[in-house]
Structures are given as C-alpha cells and as structure tokens.
C-alpha cells in the first residue's frame, strides 16, 4: 500500500496565478514529491470550471512523467464517455512509454450535465459510454489494434465508481475498484466472481480526504476558505443543467460531523490520526494505493509543502 498526491490544479480568481507559473510550480511540485517517495502522483479531470480544473489529465501526466523517476502516474479520474476510446487509449500508452511503465489508468462516468453536453455526449447514458469505451480500451490494447503499445501489458486500470452498480461493474471487467468501501467490495468481489475472474485478484484504492499537518487547528483556519471554494464549486457543478440550485456553504458547515451531504469535506489531522483512521478503513482489504490532495483550490504554499513532506515522509512508517 503506497501513499500519493491528487492534483486538480485550480487556480481560483481570488488566489489567482499566472497560468504558466501556476504549471510550472505544479511539476517541479510533483518532482519533489517523487524524489522525497511518494507512491503516485495522480490527475484528473473536469471542464468548465472558472478556477480551471485540469481539462486534459494524461497530457499532465505525460509531462509529470517525463520528470519523475519513481512515483507511479495515475488518473483518478479520467472521463472515457466524454472521449473515443482510440484517443484514450493511445495518449494512456504514451504515458506508460514516456514514465518507464508507471501508468495507472483511472476511469469513471462523472456527474456533471454541462461537460456532457460539451462534449456532444448524452448524460443520461454516462453509464452505458463508459462501460463501453473502458471495453473497448482493453480490447484495443489486447488486440495491439493502436501502436505503439503500452509499456504495461496492459497498464493497470481502475474503476472509479461509488455505487454498486459501478463497484459490480468494476468486477466484472476485472479492473480495480477506484473506491475503498466495505459495502461496495462486497459488490466488487461479486462482480469478479459472476466474471470468471479469480476473487484473489480484487485490488482497491481511493482519495482519502485528509490533509497532514503537525497543527491541524492553526491550518484548518487558513484552509477553510480554499475549502469552501472547493466544496461548493462541486455542489453546484452537481446540479448545473439539472433545473436545481443548492445553498453555498460556509466554511463553519464544513465541520458539520453530521452533514447530511459529505461529498467534499475534508478533515486535517496530524500524521499520527491519519494513521489510526487510515488502518481502520482500509482493514481487511486489498488497497493497492492510498492518494491525498496536494493542495485544496490555491491553498497556502506552506501548508501545501509541509502536507507534501509528511504523506510522503511520516505518514508510511506509521502505517507500516
């Protein structure tokens, strides 16, 4: 079980960059993460956004690639429905080439109408696109029907699904479950037997929702408003296209221990909590990787840096 980074990199108006330094910052980032031993280095995607949520996570990737050395390179999540499945699955082989076979390939359906409709695609049948062009992805790559082919034979693939629908589906292709549930394994592991795949080969993996700091209340207070940016942009993305608003959230709501709506929230604890809750969530299953935000909407350089030393430094003894 290894230990890695999540990058969405927003830049939001309020904490603004200049765009070229923001992705400057962002790799030399992911170098230094590489060389202190982090496990992964992750990306994903969204469209639309006005903070400019990564759009193109495997053009990302390849360039994190080509200066890291060790870190595996993954996506968590890319969109398939949203893509043909040649684009998809020749850009993920390049990635694998250009990181020496380090490509982990995270797929999921998301949620949002206004990127579907971006894309020409039908929302209402997201379920059935993916399941499709994650098929076909495989199948190109068994078939070597692109070139050249991925270094990984195949890349590991992951299915990003929080459902059972998604956790079932994820078995029966015999990928790996982008989500760590006792419930949704349960699921999982029937969708690999009802398949014919070996039960044994069931592997999860998941973001976990802390941040590391050494003094979790002094940087909850400077967090709080990237939070609430975060948390809210998601909320209201979730219902764009859908004839529903939702109410902002303030950053006192996002403390809430019994919010009825938990998508976003985060808590930030020290090395030593992250361990304890860490083993309890993960008791008992197969997780491959574990991935934390490296930073939430522009967040203070500081406590970003300091977040990046401890999950790649203090954290794995502690979970060893």
């Known amino acids: 079980m290894d230990v890695g980074l999540l990058f969405d990199l927003r830049n939001p108006q309020q904490w603004h960059r200049p765009w070229a330094d923001h992705y400057a910052q962002t790799l030399e980032f992911c170098e230094e993460a590489d060389r202190l031993g982090a496990g992964g280095l992750w990306f994903t995607e969204h469209h639309l956004f006005e903070d400019g949520y990564l759009p193109q996570p495997l053009a990302f990737a390849a360039a994190a690639a080509a200066r890291t050395r060790r870190a595996r390179i993954g996506t968590s999540v890319v969109l398939p429905a949203l893509h043909h499945p040649v684009d998809l699955a020749e850009q993920a082989a390049l990635v694998d080439l250009i990181s020496g076979g380090r490509l982990e390939l995270g797929l999921g359906a998301g949620y949002r109408v206004p990127e579907y409709e971006l894309f020409g695609a039908d929302f209402t049948r997201r379920f059935a696109g993916t399941e499709r062009n994650i098929r076909e992805i495989l199948r190109l790559w068994a078939d070597r029907s692109v070139s050249p082919l991925p270094l990984q034979n ?167």
């Open 154 to 320: 195949p890349p590991p693939v992951w299915g990003g699904f929080y459902g059972p629908r998604g956790a079932k589906f994820a078995g029966r292709l015999g990928i790996g479950l982008l989500h760590i549930s006792r419930p949704m394994f349960k699921h999982y592991r029937q969708g690999l037997v009802e398949a014919g795949h070996d039960p044994r080969a069931a592997r999860v993996s998941d973001l976990v929702p802390l941040i590391l700091s050494e003094d979790p209340e002094k940087a909850w207070h400077r967090v709080a408003p990237h939070l609430a940016h975060q948390v809210n942009s998601y909320r209201q993305g979730s219902v764009e296209g859908k004839g529903r608003t939702v109410p902002l959230l303030t950053a006192e709501d996002l403390r809430d221990p019994n919010a009825q709506d938990p998508r976003g929230l985060l808590d930030i604890v020290t090395p030593e909590d992250a361990a304890v809750r860490i083993k309890e969530l993960t008791k008992d299953l197969p997780v491959e990787h574990l991935i934390f935000w490296a930073s939430i909407a522009g967040m203070p350089d500081d406590i970003a840096a300091e977040n990046l030393r401890l999950v790649t430094g203090k954290l794995p003894p502690l979970l060893r």
